[in-house]
């Protein structure tokens, strides 16, 4: 009988950054492949670092975007293997929501092929991960709650 793998439990943090342009609600997503696989940005905190610390400087170097966290998202946790290794990975994501308030995705590190923003509706139906998804969407309640109930232009 062979022996159980290695179970690891890695963290990261990352988070959904948000702008409205004329009143449209807007997201971005980074891209990577052909065929492009759309996902949030996040990362695997350096030492010292917190949970948004990690958050904040992963979105900026995947997205080329300056933010500010607005609130917890949340988490999500997965499992995947590395067989050859004999390891199994159980990883929980941390998720903020974030405001643009600067830069540019043209500015994004090599990790991504593409950025690019994406009305929100259409973000959700990119995603390539079901529970990044769930993520956009309990975003897009939180926006919609602070706003006053609806994808309309602040005053």
């Given at each position: 009988?062979s ?35 759309w ?27 300056e933010?500010?966290?607005?609130g ?84």
């Amino acid at each position: 009988m062979s022996a159980k793998p290695r179970v690891e439990k890695p963290v990261s943090a990352g988070g959904v950054v948000y702008q409205r342009v004329g009143g449209v609600l807007e997201t971005v997503l980074c891209g990577r492949s052909q065929p492009v696989r759309w996902s949030l940005a996040k990362g695997t905190p350096d030492a010292g670092e917190t949970l948004k610390q990690t958050a904040l400087r992963e979105v900026r170097e995947e997205t080329g975007l300056e933010v500010e966290i607005e609130g917890s998202l949340g988490s999500i946790d997965y499992w995947f293997a590395d067989r050859s290794q004999d390891v199994r990975y159980h990883k929980t994501v941390h998720f903020y929501l974030m405001a643009s308030v600067g830069g540019d995705t043209d500015q994004h590190d090599p990790e991504f092929d593409i950025v690019q923003w994406f009305e929100a509706e259409e973000a959700l139906k990119a995603l390539a991960y079901a529970n990044e998804v769930s993520v956009l969407q309990r975003a897009l309640t939180l926006i919609a709650d602070r706003e006053g109930a609806g994808p309309k232009e602040k005053a």
